[in-house]
């Protein structure tokens, strides 16, 4: 049936709150999400004891500021925000994971209108108005969204993924960590950038990823006909926040990307993972005023588990990582 829509101003049907600020340094490890202005995961950040000042939520929204502008996710869980992050729930109804799904492409649908220069600040979210199905009061028919989300889950059947490991806290003894330069475990270097235009003209779509600044799906934005990089290395988005991912294949970049090939060691997906993880810890020295750029990737120290010779323990790594749950799946 056509159903009537109309336009709602964001505060008629929303209340919301801006998240607290609380830095790497000072995440202590728990079990209340922290969610920050990632696009992946559904915005999950670490897993942390919050302090007394950071309020805790469940069943409710949240809305990127900056960082990934724009993303809404829903979490029936609780949690706390950071302060790039609005929190937002219905003034008049109950909210559930259905209705926010149904809210999710409709709020994404505007983040073009933001970006890293024009954050959603308090002000501007209550400017906004969301289109929105209505009900014979002239209300947004809450119901109406729910069953419709409802009837297109049940025409899609997912697969079920399995583990043989134990889902277990494994908390790291660091003790014997040591502190690594970067560039005396890798060759740190830029090979250029080529652009779509270029790909799609004298290349044509084949079998090789095209690498770029995007967060989704390991950094691969297409497949073409062309290659420029060797396999088996990390890459390091240089412009912005410094993202990090393995790629165990070859490929072509586009601009502002960092190369990380090892140089005295075997690099897998295992080590790989281990690195990107304690790399993203340390992510937060760089932001849009001080990008990881080559240089600063090159003077940046990470800790990583050592020998008793002092060299990196790189089978520690692949082993932690091959015993998370859902790892024998990568």
């Known amino acids: 049936m056509n159903k009537e829509y109309k336009y709602f101003d964001f505060c008629r049907i929303f209340d919301y709150q801006r998240g607290r600020r609380l830095i790497t340094q000072n995440q202590i490890p728990g079990d209340i999400a922290y969610i920050s202005s990632t696009a992946l995961n559904n915005g999950l950040d670490n897993l942390i004891t919050p302090p007394d000042y950071m309020l805790i939520h469940k069943n409710k929204m949240t809305l990127s500021n900056s960082g990934s502008v724009g993303y809404l996710f829903y979490h029936d869980y609780k949690f706390v925000a950071s ?125 090789y990823p095209y690498v770029t600044r995007t967060e989704q799906n390991n950094g691969v934005s297409g497949f073409y006909d062309y290659k420029m990089a060797p396999a088996n290395v990390l890459t390091i988005e240089t412009s912005l926040s410094g993202l990090c991912f393995f790629h165990d294949y070859e490929f072509s970049t586009g601009d502002h990307i960092a190369i990380l090939r090892p140089k005295n060691f075997e690099l897998n997906k295992y080590r790989a993972m281990f690195i990107k993880s304690v790399w993203r810890k340390n992510a937060y020295k760089y932001d849009y005023g001080r990008p990881a750029i080559i240089k600063n990737i090159k003077n940046t120290n990470i800790p990583l588990p050592s020998t008793l010779n002092g060299s990196p323990d790189w089978q520690f790594m692949e082993n932690y990582i091959k015993s998370l749950p859902y790892s024998d799946n990568i």
Do not use: C
């Open 83 to 207: 302060d790039h992050i609005t929190v937002i729930w219905l003034k008049d109804g109950e909210l559930n994971k259905y209705i926010a799904m149904f809210l999710k492409p409709i709020f994404e649908k505007i983040k073009y209108r933001y970006n890293f220069g024009r954050e959603i600040s308090n002000d501007r979210i209550i400017k906004e108005k969301l289109y929105l199905p209505i009900g014979s009061n002239g209300n947004p028919d809450w119901r109406y969204m729910e069953e419709y989300v409802k009837s297109l889950e049940s025409k899609v059947k997912f697969k079920k993924i399995y583990t043989k490991n134990e889902r277990k806290h494994q908390p790291i003894d660091i003790a014997n960590w040591k502190e690594y330069a970067l560039n005396s475990l890798f060759d740190i270097y830029g090979i250029g950038s080529i652009n779509v235009e270029t790909l799609t003209t004298k290349y044509s779509f084949g079998d």
